[in-house]
Structures are given as C-alpha cells and as structure tokens.
C-alpha cells in the first residue's frame, strides 16, 4: 500500500515514558540489591554447614575409634573369659554368674524402690 501524500512520520517523543522508564529502572535496582543480599544470606549459610560437617565428620571418626578400642577390649576380655572356662576353673565361672546375678537383682530392686 502506499502512503498518502501529505503524511508524515513523526515518532512518538520519549519524554511522557521517562518518568515510567525511571520508575521500572529503579525498582529493578532494588531487586537486584535484594536479590544481591539474598545470595550473601545464602553463601554465608552454606559456608556455616560446610564447618558443621567439618566438626560433625571429626566427632563421628572419633565415635569410630571409641568404638574400635571398645571392641578391642571387649574381645580381649571374652578370651580371658573363654581361657577360664577351658582350663577347668569351674568354680570362677559359677563366681562370675553369681556376680553378675547378684548386681541385675541389686539394680532391680533399687529401680524398683523409687
């Protein structure tokens, strides 16, 4: 299609949209710095549960020792235990029930009298 003679182009003057254009530019920047503190926020929590796994990682290598020791001396005392049993101490054996026997009923009546 053509133009009519007589028209001419004139674009639309920016000046009525700048205070709009001023309006949207200033509401992105106060998103931006939200958004900016947001990630601060963020970064700095992450950083506080990378030192707790750290300290949390220690404590549970120090369970795990704990842990081996205890087996250690667990296993080494069931073979004095079974040493004991072998070479015919009847009567230890009879002593150690006995003993064992004596402290569960000792601590079950003094549960049982609170």
């Known amino acids: 299609m053509r133009r009519a003679q007589g028209y001419s182009y004139q674009p639309l003057s920016q000046a009525p949209n700048r205070p709009k254009d001023d309006h ?3 509401e992105n920047q106060r998103l931006t710095e939200e958004l900016q503190a947001k990630i601060g926020v963020l970064n700095s929590l992450a950083i506080d549960i990378g030192h707790e796994v750290r300290y949390q990682d220690k404590l549970l290598r120090g369970i ?13 005392t069931m073979n004095r ?34």
């Open 24 to 26: 949207v530019e200033n």
């Open 64 to 76: 795990d020792d704990d842990m081996d020791r205890t087996g250690g001396f667990l296993s080494n």
């Open 81 to 114: 235990v079974t040493r004991l049993g072998r070479n015919g101490h009847q009567k230890f054996m009879l002593y150690i029930f006995l003993f064992a026997l004596f402290v569960f009923l000792l601590l079950y009546f003094v549960i049982k009298l609170r």
